[in-house]
């Protein structure tokens, strides 16, 4: 997410071949992208197990 927000430099990533890794192929409302997608996938998945985790209890 940081180097699709310019924040971190191309030059400091591993991708070198293919599709760079600061292209930012989806947008949507101006601001969703694939690693805030990804990002809020893990927190929400986390999140139930932690919650199923505590109920266990």
């Known amino acids: 997410m940081l180097l699709t927000a310019g924040i971190i430099p191309e ?5 070198s071949k293919g599709v760079p890794c600061g292209l930012v192929q989806v ?3 101006g601001f969703v992208t694939i690693p805030l997608l990804s990002l809020a996938g893990f927190t929400v998945i986390n999140a139930l197990l932690f919650a199923t985790f505590k109920s266990k209890k």
């Open 27 to 29: 947008q949507w409302f």
């Open 11 to 15: 030059s400091a990533t591993p991708c």
